[in-house]
């Protein structure tokens, strides 16, 4: 057989793509003393392989090989995706405070990584003081409100010259 036509088996064969007789191909070669030195190392792989009762071989062969090759790309997008997010994060963090540190418990922290709990709590904490600060009246309220309980004219007056 020609070294081209098993190569592309092979590939076939590893893209789970193979139909019975394309595999049984491949077993009769690699059965066979006339294994090419390049393939050499396919050998005992397809031996093993053709040892397999053949329902098992035939389907849960091509099962498994789509199954394994499902999870291990997943694996590969979870771990691309995490990684990008860690290096936007720490992008984002060095943008924002690069050269920043804290002086915490008497020691100096100037790793982005360590003071990003102080940062956020720190934003949390300010997030909240101006909520509050928005629930609160205004003065311009509180002069009014003021103003409604002067009943005496002449105070009332000399409070408004007071307050302008």
């Not at 997008?77 to 943008?95: F, I, K, S, V």
Request: aromatic share 10%.
């Amino acid at each position: 057989m020609k070294q081209s036509y098993i190569k592309t088996l092979i590939t076939k064969f590893f893209d789970g793509e193979t139909s019975l007789a394309e595999e049984q191909c491949l077993y009769a070669y690699f059965s066979g003393q006339n294994v090419d030195a390049s393939l050499q190392h396919y050998r005992q792989l397809f031996i093993d392989l053709q040892q397999l009762p053949e329902q098992q071989n035939r389907v849960g062969g091509r099962h498994l090989r789509r199954w394994v090759a499902g999870i291990a790309a997943s694996v590969l997008l979870l771990a691309g995706g995490y990684t990008a997010w860690w290096h936007y994060e720490n992008h984002q963090l060095d943008m924002h405070y690069g050269g920043s540190y804290m002086i915490v418990d008497g020691h100096r922290i100037d790793n982005l990584s360590e003071l990003r709990p102080h940062i956020e709590r720190t934003l949390a904490e300010a997030r909240h003081i101006e909520q509050t600060v928005e629930t609160l009246p205004s003065v311009e309220e509180i002069e009014k409100e003021v103003m409604n309980h002067v009943s005496d004219p002449e105070e009332r007056a000399r409070i408004r010259q007071l307050l302008n």
